[in-house]
């Protein structure tokens, strides 16, 4: 069993930045990070294959948002920057044993999921 655990979260204003970590119980081949506003679908933010082969983003984040990790610390991060007030959303890391390529930021993809962290972002 994955255990995930994430931290980070908060309120800023905008255009200002915040990094989530997202600490994992073992390592594991991929994270990703997702985010569910009220009354929205949960959407993909940002991916990492944690065997250093790459990361990938949604258009939304290009140019602002980071995801990296640490595996010494089974510990994938996600820098946000340029915080905008669509950000605003409760942020969930997830992961998958099995490295996903097709729907790589897909939730149905990811059966491991952490607790959430909310991100508030005022304009």
């Known amino acids: 069993q994955v255990y995930l655990v994430e931290s980070g979260g908060g309120s800023v204003q905008a255009g200002g930045s915040l990094r989530l970590s997202c600490a994992a119980s073992i390592y594991i081949a991929q994270v990703g990070w997702f985010r569910q506003a009220p009354g929205k679908e949960r959407e993909g933010v940002a991916t990492?294959?944690?065997?250093?082969?790459?990361?990938y983003y949604a258009d939304s984040v290009k140019g602002r948002f980071t995801i990296s990790e640490d595996n010494a610390k089974n510990t994938v991060y996600l820098q946000m920057n340029s915080l905008k007030p669509e950000d605003t959303a409760m942020y969930y890391c997830a992961a998958t044993d099995v490295p996903v390529v097709v729907g790589r930021l897909s939730p149905g993809r990811y059966n491991y999921w952490g607790q959430g962290t909310q991100v508030t972002v005022s304009s």
């Open positions: 990492i294959y944690t065997d250093g082969s790459g990361s």
